[in-house]
C-alpha cells in the first residue's frame, strides 16, 4: 500500500518521494489510512483525485509481465493480461515495455508442442511416402493396412492435441465473425484427419474406384501432420522474433536511468521512481549522470552524451534554455 512504512519512512503517494517526517499540514486521512507527503502541491493533487494515484501507486508495485497487451496488427485490441487477438489470432503485447523480460509462457508451450510433433510427424510422412521407396522395403514388411493403422496412431495425438491451439484461436474467429488464418489450418487439418480417420475404420463405406492399387482406400494423416508441424513451425519462429524484439527495447530501456533527482519546494532533493516524475518538476542532473527525462536546462552547463539519438560521438554542450532529451 502507498503509507506502508518502507525503510523506516513513509512514501508520498504522489510523486514517491520518502515523507516520513512530514508535519500536520502534509498528512491527510483517506478510508482510514494516513497518508504523508513531501509537500503541500502533493497533498492538493491527491485530495482532488485520491483513486487515481492510489491505482497508479498498485500498478508500479505490480510485478513484470502484467498489464494490458494489444495485438501489432489490430492495436484497437486491448485485453488485460496476456492471450490471443480475436481478430487475427496472434499473440498480444504488452502495450507499455518495461525493463524486466516476462516469462513468454505462450512461446514455450508452441516449442513444446512443435518438438513433440516434429518427432511423430517425420515417421508418419516416411510412411506415407513408402511408395517411393525403391522395392517398397515397409510395404513388404508390415503391408499396407498396418502402415495406415501406423499413421492413424501417430497423427492422432498431433492433430489433436498439436492442433489444439488452433482450434481455440478458429473458434474465437467463429464467434467473431473474423475469420483468419487459424479458421482455414483448422478447417483443413480437420478434414484430412476427418476423412482418414472415416476410411481407416469405415473403409467398407467407400467404393471401388476410390481405393488404390493396394485394395487401401487413400488417407491423408501425413497432410494433417505435416500442416499442423508446420503452422507450429511458423508459430515459434514469429516469437522468436518478438523476443529479439523485444529484447532490443528493453536493452534501450535499460540505458536509461532508473531514477530521478528531485529537488522539492523548500530545495531538499530525494531521489524518486522514473515513473512518478511529472510535468514540471526541477530536476538536478550531476555531472556524468544520464539525462532522465525530456526537458530544457534551467541552470548550469554541460556535455550531454546524445549519440543513441543522433548516432554523433561528440557530446554536445548545454547550456540555460536548451532541450535535453532523456
Not at 504488452?94 to 505462450?106: G, L, N, Q, S, Y
Not at 467473431?176 to 478447417?187: A, D, E, G, P, Q
Not at 476427418?194 to 488404390?212: D, H, I, K, N, Q
Not at 516469437?239 to 522539492?264: D, E, F, M, W, Y
Request: hydrophobic share 45%.
Amino acid at each position: 500500500m502507498a503509507d506502508e512504512e518502507r525503510d523506516g519512512q513513509f512514501r508520498d503517494p504522489v510523486c514517491g518521494m520518502q515523507a516520513g517526517d512530514a508535519p500536520a499540514e502534509r498528512r491527510f486521512e483517506y478510508e482510514g489510512r494516513e497518508y504523508r507527503f513531501c509537500s503541500t502541491s502533493c497533498v492538493a493533487k491527491f485530495k482532488a483525485d485520491p483513486v487515481k494515484f492510489l491505482q497508479a501507486d498498485r500498478r508500479a508495485d505490480a510485478p513484470a509481465g502484467t498489464g494490458e497487451h494489444t495485438c501489432p496488427m489490430h492495436p484497437e485490441v486491448v485485453k488485460d493480461g496476456p492471450g490471443d487477438c480475436p481478430i487475427c489470432g496472434m499473440a498480444l503485447e504488452p502495450k507499455v515495455f518495461t525493463a524486466e523480460a516476462p516469462k513468454d509462457e505462450d512461446l514455450a508451450a508452441m516449442t513444446r508442442r512443435f518438438q513433440v510433433c516434429a518427432a511423430l510427424t517425420l515417421p508418419i510422412f516416411v510412411a506415407a511416402m513408402s511408395d517411393m521407396i525403391p522395392g517398397q522395403p515397409l510395404h513388404a514388411r508390415f503391408g499396407m493396412e498396418a502402415l495406415v493403422w501406423f499413421q492413424f496412431v501417430l497423427a492422432t495425438p498431433v492433430v489433436l492435441w498439436g492442433a489444439w491451439p488452433f482450434y481455440v484461436r478458429a473458434w474465437r474467429s467463429v464467434v467473431n465473425r473474423k475469420l483468419n488464418m487459424f479458421t482455414l489450418v483448422s478447417i483443413g487439418v480437420g478434414v484430412a484427419f476427418g476423412y482418414s480417420v472415416a476410411a481407416t475404420l469405415l473403409p467398407g463405406v467407400f467404393p471401388e474406384a476410390m481405393r488404390g492399387h493396394h485394395g487401401v482406400v487413400g488417407v491423408y494423416f501425413e497432410a494433417a501432420a505435416v500442416i499442423t508441424t508446420l503452422v507450429l513451425l511458423g508459430q515459434v519462429l514469429e516469437g522468436r522474433a518478438r523476443n529479439r524484439t523485444s529484447g532490443a527495447i528493453r536493452a534501450l530501456l535499460n540505458l536509461a536511468p532508473k531514477k530521478a533527482r528531485v529537488i522539492a519546494e523548500d530545495g531538499t532533493e530525494a531521489e524518486v521512481s522514473l515513473d512518478a516524475v511529472e510535468r514540471g518538476w526541477l530536476l538536478r542532473v550531476r555531472p556524468g549522470e544520464k539525462v532522465p527525462v525530456d526537458g530544457a536546462v534551467v541552470d548550469g552547463r554541460s556535455s550531454v552524451d546524445e549519440s543513441m539519438i543522433t548516432g554523433e560521438p561528440v557530446p554536445v554542450e548545454k547550456s540555460q534554455g536548451d532541450a535535453v532529451t532523456g
